[in-house]
């Protein structure tokens, strides 16, 4: 061959279909005229044919250059020639292969679902790698597209900025939100007491804030002769028995319609609406798709519902849902920007942004909102998000700021106003609230999914009105005749947690004092009969609180857990420093107390310290927080001085849960309701082997698959219709069982639907999922051939039957798996999917505790 005119010759294995007449050779200018076109048309390639068809192309290329000749896809070169093997480079095959612009033969691309909201089916799992690499692909090329024009950098700096703007909005309508209810809330529950008849829509504070003769009774609640209780709104029932027979009356009546009106709101609207949210928005942090949950609807019931319900005496708080509504507004505004409201993967940024918010217009407390979500509810929390977080609770916070719906000009729910210091033996004290915080986590947990579990499996769960008027009936006569019991939790709490001044006259603070100014220091005293009194009638709103808790949280109205466990935690936080401060009044040379009680001008224990402590106990026995409970304790107080004898409750409350189970109420709650959730705090011990959890197991059905070529459009429409799997392992042939790739069912569903409007294409057409088609499958006579190519995912993720499920646990938690396929050489033999290692994993557990 002459050395001044190169050529190129094609040489074709004999077990070839692909290659089957070649022209003379190609002269080797003519490749690298191609070769050159192909190079420059490559981006404008990429911005048609999309993410999967690109990266189809390139998947394509890098077996053709030449690195592995044993496969049949190298090149292999000398001076006078170029021998191009079977599978050869498929940019040069549209020169030589014949199929391509035969009229039998239908190139089907992805089909494009840009108009499409999302791409997964409801109660499926998202594949975080697909949408993280599909955005960063678009991210790509919006800044190779920032060059060419101003407009260009326009949309670059909209892209840049839209994740913070989106988050400013979410924040903002949360705080919004959340003052709407904390108001709405307020003036419903004192519309069971009476009404400003001046201007009804004023709660009782805000209606006794310009009175001359503002008093307070023996439990600190308010009175003044603007506000009219229902008796005194029937003049001829206002003293005596017949004042307490009316006030009963409409606070039972009161109680009972809100609690109907809230349960009629959800079973009629918004299903979704009931309970917390919180286990559902840590499932769907974590990948999962729950449509509607997070919708319109969902968000206007929840509101609504949260205001009916929590003002009708039921033992449930308020603070819980409004990181569901607050997720809510994160859906909704995420909507407004496609790159988040069109992959699945970058929402789950706005919503751990989100659940932050909902923390911080909660409870006032941003950065415990930002650590709550990071620590409890966040699946995937990259740094930029931590940020994004921050700045959203800031927002949120902000918003409840300039709305001040708590009236007391303060940032947080619960101010307190002493800074007292607190000494070292109260550290015992302190932990033994702990202890007693991780009991009452432990049991109410046992006793709540027991109750759960039995609400689902009988009758009851088919009657939820009626659970819910019961209760609600129930809760009203028994909580009336306490005093503290019909207060809110919230003013409960607020009570409980304050210190006693000079000026106050209630039973909590009836010492045995002799004061001479309203500002005379508060010194050591003796408890008075109104204490002992206060302190029965504590223990007896404790014993209800916790009764009635265990029965309420779970019904179908909007619902938290989370004041109720503090208020619960604040009754005995409160009894436990009354005692504590008696013993060290009484005995101060006892050991204990010598060194920093002995001193009769000052006060060493300060019972509202106690708590606050022991609010933070319980709530921390029940949730299994630590890190975030204590921040958002201290910024939900002011309490900055307290910050180790929170710290040390929290983490005993936790130790003591954890020997009693793993895991808090939301996790046990996820684990009930059989959400596909994968904590990625657990740890896996055993030494099983993916072959140990694939399907199919010996002895069961093989897999479904398609096969590389030779299947007919109505055997895998065929397929299509026997099974509902998300997607397909395409083989080489059913004997070899070699993976070639992986197809979703939605994908191919969609191809298939399209290319059925052609009158070409029918049941007989052949399909295809490789690049390299027989020449005979073209024929003229024969129905129009599909080739799926582009559809095919060549390099989906896989193991081999070796692997440790140790190692495939962590494939699925930190890659945010949907399945992986098993192999062993090559073949496919199984498949593992996200509720299979579910099932190993809860499986494997149980097995453990029966032996241990």
């Not at 959203?392 to 800074?419: E, L, T, W």
């Not at 819910?468 to 003013?491: C, E, G, H, K, Q």
């Not at 009693?660 to 596909?676: H, M, R």
Request: glycine share 8%.
């Amino acid at each position: 061959m002459s050395n001044e005119r190169k050529s190129l010759l094609v040489n074709v294995t004999n077990n070839s279909n692909y290659y089957n007449s070649i022209p003379t050779p190609i002269p080797l200018s003519v490749i690298n005229n191609n070769e050159k076109n192909l190079m420059n048309i490559e981006q404008d390639k990429i911005e048609e044919d999309g993410f999967f068809q690109y990266m189809s192309t390139r998947h394509s290329r890098r077996q053709t250059k030449g690195l592995d000749t044993n496969d049949h896809f190298g090149v292999s070169m000398d001076d006078d020639m170029v021998e191009i093997t079977t599978d050869a480079r498929r940019d040069v095959s549209d020169l030589i292969d014949r199929s391509q612009g035969s009229k039998n033969l239908m190139d089907v691309p992805l089909v494009d679902d840009s108009t499409s909201r999302t791409h997964y089916d409801d109660f499926h799992t998202i594949d975080w790698l697909k949408d993280l690499n599909r955005d960063r692909f678009r991210h790509r090329i919006i800044q190779k597209r920032k060059k060419e024009s101003v407009w260009q950098k326009i949309v670059t700096l909209h892209d840049s900025w839209s994740g913070w703007i989106c988050v400013l909005l979410v924040g903002f309508s949360s705080g919004i939100v959340a003052a709407v209810v904390d108001i709405g809330t307020s003036w419903l529950s004192n519309i069971k007491d009476g009404i400003c008849l001046n201007a009804f829509w004023l709660n009782k504070p805000q209606c006794c804030w310009a009175s001359k003769n503002l008093t307070f009774d023996d439990y600190n609640n308010p009175k003044c002769p603007e506000w009219f209780s229902w008796p005194e709104v029937f003049n001829d029932w206002n003293d005596g028995f017949g004042e307490f027979l009316i006030s009963y009356f409409f606070y039972t009546f009161w109680a009972v319609l809100f609690s109907v009106f809230a349960v009629l709101l959800v079973r009629v609207f918004a299903p979704y609406a009931s309970g917390s949210g919180l286990p559902e928005i840590k499932t769907i942090l974590s990948g999962f798709i729950i449509r509607g949950y997070l919708g319109k609807w969902t968000l206007l019931i929840k509101t609504v519902g949260m205001m009916l319900s929590t003002s009708s005496a039921l033992i449930l708080g308020k603070e819980g849902p409004f990181v569901h509504i607050a997720c809510c507004c994160g859906n909704i505004f995420s909507y407004l920007f496609p790159k988040y409201g069109k992959n699945e993967a970058k929402k789950r940024e706005i919503l751990s942004a989100a659940s932050a918010a909902g923390v911080a217009v909660a409870f006032g407390a941003p950065i415990g909102g930002v650590l709550f979500s990071l620590e409890e509810v966040s699946y995937y929390f990259p740094l930029k998000t931590m940020w994004r977080s921050f700045f959203c609770a800031m927002m949120g916070a902000f918003a409840v700021r300039m709305i001040n719906p708590y009236g007391n000009g303060h940032d947080v729910q619960f101010s307190i106003d002493y800074k007292a210091p607190w000494s070292s033996f109260e550290l015992i004290p302190f932990i033994l609230l702990g202890i007693l915080g991780g009991i009452w986590g432990a049991c109410f947990i046992k006793f709540n999914i027991f109750w759960s579990r039995y609400r689902k499996t009988t009758a009851l769960g088919r009657y939820p009105i009626t659970e819910v008027v019961v209760v609600a009936l129930i809760t009203a006569i028994i909580t009336f005749p306490n005093p503290y019991t019909r207060l809110s939790m919230t003013d409960l709490i607020k009570i409980l947690v304050g210190q006693c001044k000079a000026e106050d006259e209630s039973y909590l603070c009836n010492y045995r004092r002799n004061f001479t100014s309203a500002n005379a220091k508060i010194l050591p005293a003796d408890a008075g009969p109104g204490v002992y009194k206060a302190l029965w009638r504590l223990f007896m709103a404790l014993i209800v609180q916790i009764t009635l808790m265990m029965f309420t949280i779970g019904i179908k109205v909007p619902s938290g857990l989370l004041i109720p466990s503090m208020s619960i935690g604040a009754i005995a936080g409160r009894m436990a420093g009354i005692g504590v401060e008696q013993l060290a009044y009484h005995y101060p040379k006892f050991i204990l107390f010598q060194n920093e009680c002995s001193k009769a001008d000052e006060s060493c224990v300060t019972p509202g310290l106690y708590a606050i402590v022991g609010a933070c106990a319980f709530l921390g026995g029940a949730t299994k927080m630590t890190v975030s409970l204590v921040v958002i304790m201290f910024e939900l107080t002011g309490g900055l001085t307290y910050i180790v004898p929170l710290m040390a409750a929290a983490v005993t409350a936790k130790w003591v849960g954890d020997a009693f189970g793993k895991g808090g109420i939301y996790d046990a709650q996820i684990e009930l309701n059989g959400y596909p959730f994968l904590d990625n705090k657990e740890e896996f011990n055993y030494t099983t082997l993916a072959s140990d959890v694939m399907t199919p197991r010996p002895g069961e059905p093989p897999l479904s698959v398609l096969t590389q070529e030779g299947m007919s459009l109505a055997e895998i429409e065929q397929v299509l219709k026997e099974t509902s799997f998300t997607g397909y392992p395409v083989v080489v042939s059913r004997d070899s069982q070699h993976l070639v790739g992986y197809i979703l069912r939605r994908d191919l569903q969609m191809a298939i639907s399209q290319q059925r409007r052609n009158p070409r294409v029918s049941g007989r057409s052949m399909v295809y999922f490789n690049q390299t088609v027989p020449q005979n499958s073209t024929s003229s006579n024969a129905a129009m051939s599909l080739r799926f190519y582009k559809l095919l995912d060549l390099a989906p993720v896989t193991i081999t039957d070796q692997t440790p499920m140790e190692t495939v646990i962590d494939m699925f938690r930190k890659l945010g798996l949907r399945i992986t396929l098993v192999t062993h050489n090559g073949r496919l033999l199984g498949i593992i999917t996200k509720k299979d290692v579910l099932r190993h994993t809860y499986s494997m557990n149980n097995h453990e505790s029966v032996f241990t």
